[in-house]
């Protein structure tokens, strides 16, 4: 696995005068880029749109190279965009997607079939002309140069390693009721797959969907007995 910094600083000095989409990772792309009057950063608030977003400028500015680093989490919200971005064929987008297996901004909670998804062969599949897939910073770099001067649209799945950001929500919530819960030093799927992925889900079921009933003040170990 790829850090996502380093791939990012791989990829500055071939990026000429594109548009780029910096998505999740604008917390490191605004420290490298030289070029901001031509960045985009739409964060959290865009999650599943990215993708969309991208197409609809590529084809309002058909002159402008416009790179995309979108997410797996985004990729897999919203699967439609990869084939309708392959019908528009816009020879101006590079889809650059950054697959740390997991939602880091709300926690590091696991993305469905987690380490098992092709996102280049799922766009292969959706239509899109070429795809590549890379978890070598070194491979990445002798390539990158060659991807960004074909014609798009083109895909590069990069597999990176997780910065988990912040707390899950549900025990930032249960946290803030009085709760004794603290955050994960790491990952917590990374040993137990089956008991995370079964307490998130009971906290969605039980909490969340139940008319938005108040977050019970409980401890992670309660809510995965």
Not at 84 to 107: M, R, S, W
Not at 124 to 149: K, M, Q, W
Not at 182 to 201: G, L
Request: net charge neutral; proline share 7%.
């Amino acid at each position: 696995m790829m850090k996502m910094e380093e791939i990012l600083k791989v990829f500055a000095p071939h990026r000429g005068d594109a548009i780029v989409i910096s998505g999740r990772a604008n917390r490191h792309w605004d420290k490298i880029s030289t070029n901001k009057n031509r960045d985009l950063s739409l964060g959290d608030p865009a999650m599943g749109g990215h993708a969309s977003f991208a197409l609809g400028l590529a084809l309002a500015r058909p002159k402008n190279k416009v790179v995309l680093f979108d997410s797996d989490g985004d990729v897999q919200m919203s699967m439609g965009a990869l084939a309708t971005i392959a019908e528009q064929k816009p020879a101006n987008l590079y889809h650059f997607v950054l697959d740390n297996e997991c939602y880091a901004t709300t926690g590091g909670q696991p993305v469905p079939n987690a380490g098992r998804v092709h996102y280049d062969k799922l766009a292969l599949g959706a239509g899109y002309p070429e795809a590549h897939a890379f978890d070598n910073l070194e491979t990445f770099s002798i390539n990158v140069e060659r991807i960004l001067s074909k014609p798009g649209p083109v895909f590069v799945a990069l597999k990176i390693k997780p910065e988990i950001i912040n707390v899950p929500i549900g025990i930032a919530a249960a946290s803030s009721e009085g709760a004794n819960t603290s955050a994960p030093s790491r990952a917590p799927w990374a040993e137990t797959p089956v008991t995370w992925s079964a307490c998130m889900n009971r906290f969605v079921t039980r909490d969340c969907v139940s008319a938005m009933l108040p977050v019970k003040s409980v401890t992670l170990n309660q809510w995965c007995r």
